[in-house]
């Protein structure tokens, strides 16, 4: 039968490897919880991204909108614009028309006024 100096010693390195592998599963047991919360994060940024690259095509298809709607506003004023500067000139060239219209009236006038004037004695 072993000493009891022995079977001390026996315990005490039963209780060393005993810490030892209680160590071993500690940190085993955390790299796993570590990995599972690596994986869980992974799968986490994952789905931000596709819910990113979602919310990018939406803004893109918004701007190719807002895009194509500008250029057809732009087309519409163009448009506009040529229409007004035709109406413009018609109007310009009325205008001119009335002028030359009304000098010659008031040339006539002019004259006519004139050759009364001329008739009328000179003393009243």
Do not use: Y
């Not at 000098?103 to 004139?114: C, Q």
């Amino acid at each position: 039968m072993p000493s009891l100096e022995e079977r001390v010693q026996a315990l005490e390195k039963e209780i060393a490897e005993r810490k030892h592998s209680e160590e071993i599963l500690t940190i085993a047991v955390r790299a796993l919880v570590s990995k599972e919360a690596f994986e869980k994060l992974e799968e986490t940024v994952k789905e931000f991204q596709e819910q990113n690259g979602k919310l990018f095509n939406v803004i893109i298809n918004q701007n190719t909108l807002h895009n194509e709607r500008l250029t057809d506003l732009q087309g519409q004023i163009i448009d506009l614009n040529s229409k007004l500067d035709g109406k413009v000139t018609v109007l310009d060239n009325k205008i001119d028309q009335r002028f030359t219209e009304l000098d010659d009236k008031i040339t006539k006038h002019t004259t006519l006024l004139e050759q009364i004037l001329a008739r009328l004695p000179e003393n009243p």
